[in-house]
């Protein structure tokens, strides 16, 4: 029996999560749910998985769902405490971490003092903390199972060589909604357009983070911590189909790649299950007839991804400023406030704003988070008054 924790339930990656347990059946069960204010959704996943604890970060909306389940034989918790039960629950052998954000950080932390192994889904905590997760001893890799399909695909791919032998990483990136378009052309996109991915169907702040090409550099910055590669050794690739997931390169020359249809479903049903192969009953690849194209990354019109190379490279605190202001970033291009291409900008002028914090604590790093984000938005009314 794995008994599971899932932080992050309502989203995208949570509610795949549980169509994955329902499938693995009897002996996989939810013991703890939690996510950010939806009390009507998680009340329903509560009647349905009978977890043994409920948590809710939005403390009117964990109140609302205490009465909603009342005659559940379930804990309800709230805010940041109740976030950390469920990352630390003593009865759950797995705590899949999908919420959102950088608020995982802590969750993560939390969840590797106490001995979990944790299903990652959420690359913000390793992009900011990544460093400081390491340097106080509890990056355990043989405990942290991306979910991330990419990472998914390197870790199959690695095997139980545990990155011994690897010359390089071939990240794959579709390329987003707007591959190979100008900054010109890319001046007057929506929100809609952005929000109109070709291949996966994603949440809102991760799909405007891949039309932009940020999610792949928040995917580089993760793979640096995950798989102890320096950065000039993840390349990223740009395919369009997402059926190679991604590739490593081996110091003979081989190179493997795990394949498979753009789905989310299979890396988590491979997260859930490890060490074993437990039989999956989702759609298959068929090579037959099908193109496969590689490119190389646009890096002047898509200027993003340098962005997250760089902060990768400073190090320190700087990774932390790059998350935070590209989260104010996407939330006031969602909102009207600034324009898709003034994203990056915001983003930059934010990070040269930085003054970094080497070796950062873990106190330094929710600071930087805390001054990004006020500085993000002191800069984004500025942009606007210059247009």
């Known amino acids: 029996?794995?008994?599971?924790?899932?932080?992050?339930?309502?989203?995208?990656?949570?509610?795949?999560?549980?169509?994955?347990?329902?499938?693995?059946?009897?002996?996989?069960?939810?013991?703890?749910?939690?996510?950010?204010?939806?009390?009507?959704?998680?009340?329903?996943?509560?009647?349905?998985?009978?977890?043994?604890?409920?948590?809710?970060?939005?403390?009117?909306?964990?109140?609302?769902?205490?009465?909603?389940?009342?005659?559940?034989?379930?804990?309800?918790?709230?805010?940041?405490?109740g976030l950390l039960k469920a990352a630390t629950w003593p009865s759950a052998d797995i705590i899949v971490l999908a919420q959102s954000g950088a608020g995982g950080f802590e969750t993560l932390i939390a969840a590797l003092k106490n001995d979990k192994v944790v299903a990652l889904s959420n690359k913000e905590s390793l992009v900011i903390g990544g460093e400081t997760i390491e340097r106080m001893g509890l990056l355990d890799r043989d405990r942290i199972y991306p979910l991330d399909s990419e990472h998914s695909a390197i870790w199959q791919c690695i095997g139980s060589l545990s990155g011994k032998g690897v010359e390089k990483i071939y990240l794959t990136a579709s390329g987003g909604p707007f591959l190979g378009w100008t900054r010109e052309k890319m001046k007057n996109v929506t929100p809609e357009m952005a929000l109109k991915h070709p291949n996966w169907k994603m949440g809102?702040?991760?799909?405007?983070?891949?039309?932009?090409?940020?999610?792949?550099?928040?995917?580089?910055?993760?793979?640096?911590?995950?798989?102890?590669?320096?950065?000039?050794?993840?390349?990223?690739?740009?395919?369009?189909?997402?059926?190679?997931?991604?590739?490593?390169?081996?110091?003979?020359?081989?190179?493997?790649?795990?394949?498979?249809?753009?789905?989310?479903?299979?890396?988590?049903?491979?997260?859930?299950?490890?060490?074993?192969?437990?039989?999956?009953?989702?759609?298959?690849?068929?090579?037959?007839?099908?193109?496969?194209?590689?490119?190389?990354?646009?890096?002047?019109?898509?200027?993003c991804l340098g962005l997250a190379y760089s902060a990768g490279k400073s190090g320190g605190s700087m990774p932390a400023v790059l998350n935070a202001s590209n989260e104010e970033a996407v939330d006031y291009f969602l909102n009207g406030k600034i324009g898709f291409m003034e994203i990056p900008v915001l983003i930059e002028k934010t990070m040269n704003s930085h003054k970094i914090v080497q070796h950062p604590g873990v106190s330094d790093i929710i600071e930087a988070d805390r001054w990004a984000r006020q500085e993000a938005g002191r800069l984004a009314v500025e942009i606007k008054r210059g247009r």
Request: glycine share 6%; net charge negative; aromatic share 8%.
């Open 1 to 81: 029996m794995k008994r599971i924790s899932i932080l992050g339930s309502t989203g995208s990656i949570g509610t795949q999560t549980l169509e994955v347990v329902e499938k693995l059946g009897e002996d996989f069960n939810v013991v703890a749910l939690a996510a950010g204010s939806d009390h009507l959704k998680l009340a329903d996943q509560v009647r349905r998985y009978k977890p043994e604890l409920a948590v809710l970060k939005d403390n009117k909306a964990a109140d609302i769902l205490a009465a909603e389940i009342y005659n559940e034989e379930c804990l309800v918790e709230a805010g940041s405490e």
């Open 204 to 303: 809102r702040k991760i799909t405007i983070d891949s039309s932009t090409l940020m999610n792949k550099g928040l995917e580089v910055i993760e793979a640096r911590w995950l798989f102890n590669l320096p950065l000039d050794k993840i390349e990223v690739v740009v395919h369009p189909q997402s059926i190679v997931h991604s590739m490593v390169e081996f110091v003979d020359g081989s190179i493997i790649a795990q394949l498979g249809e753009p789905q989310m479903h299979l890396p988590i049903h491979y997260a859930l299950t490890y060490p074993d192969r437990v039989n999956g009953n989702y759609e298959r690849f068929n090579p037959i007839d099908r193109k496969l194209n590689f490119l190389a990354p646009d890096y002047e019109n898509f200027p």
